[in-house]
């Protein structure tokens, strides 16, 4: 069937630095995908998303990049700070029976040293 | 605190058991969606509701049972589970519905769910 995301990696960055967390998606007819972070006894919280008619798009700290040639995303957080320490799931939309449908990728846990 | 909202935190049945799980959000929001997460994976699709009509259904057993009463809320029906059913069962809620433009996803903390 059809997947999204690699392996579950472990991404382990001095407090300070930038972080870049990897996406790959399947499904062309993915046309909205998301960024979210779990943190521990928490459901996914919205961080970022696009769209596919765009392949960049800015937040606050964070950025979303969208590469439709390899189905690949990508999430860059700024200057990353402890409290950025979580689970991060990108998850891909598309239409489906009238409404959207978002396949989570497996996900990245991003570790934050003091 | 998120904007959806569900009950209750933890629950523990047994085999035997019926038990519900609840969700309600008042965004406006015209779909609602749940999720089963294991642990350390991501979180699965179980249904969609566009509208308060069931729009998809992952293949789930029929021992989950999924009924919106209105545009609020978002109920999940137990029966007969098995122990591999023990999870976070995660609720969530979007803009999107039948051909309105797509928009994220909001998710309220879960209800994590033990099999005896």
């Known amino acids: 069937g059809e997947s999204v995301g690699l392996h579950l990696p472990t991404l382990s960055v001095q407090e300070g630095d930038n972080s870049i967390i990897n996406c790959a998606y399947s499904?062309?007819?993915?046309?909205?995908f998301i960024w979210y972070k779990q943190e521990s006894g928490k459901g996914p919280q919205f961080i970022i998303d696009?769209?596919?008619?765009?392949d960049k798009r800015q937040g606050q700290r964070v950025t979303v990049l969208l590469n439709k040639t390899v189905k690949h995303l990508s999430l860059q957080i700024a200057a990353t700070q402890p409290g950025d320490s979580a689970v991060y799931f990108c998850?891909?939309?598309?239409?489906?029976?009238?409404?959207?449908?978002?396949?989570f990728g497996t996900g990245t846990r991003l570790k934050v040293l003091a | 605190d998120t904007e959806v909202t569900q009950t209750p935190k933890h629950l523990v049945m047994g085999m035997t058991n019926k038990k519900s799980l609840k969700c309600e959000q008042h965004?406006?929001?015209?779909?609602m969606y749940w999720y089963k997460q294991k642990a350390k994976k991501p979180p699965e699709l179980m249904f969609v509701?566009?509208?308060?009509?069931?729009?998809i259904n992952e293949s789930v057993p029929s021992r989950f049972s999924p009924e919106c009463p209105n545009s609020s809320l978002l109920n999940l029906h137990l029966h007969a589970l098995q122990p591999e059913d023990s999870a976070l069962y995660l609720c969530?809620?979007?803009?999107?519905?039948?051909?309105?433009?797509?928009?994220?996803?909001?998710f309220g903390d879960g209800t994590r769910l033990s099999i005896l």
């Open positions: 969530a809620s979007s803009q999107t519905g039948q051909g309105a433009s797509n928009q994220p996803q909001h």
């Open positions: 696009i769209r596919s008619n765009m």
């Open positions: 965004m406006g929001h015209r779909a």
């Open positions: 998850a891909e939309g598309s239409r489906s029976s009238g409404t959207y449908k978002y396949i």
């Open positions: 499904n062309s007819a993915s046309d909205y």
């Open positions: 509701y566009s509208y308060e009509k069931l729009s």
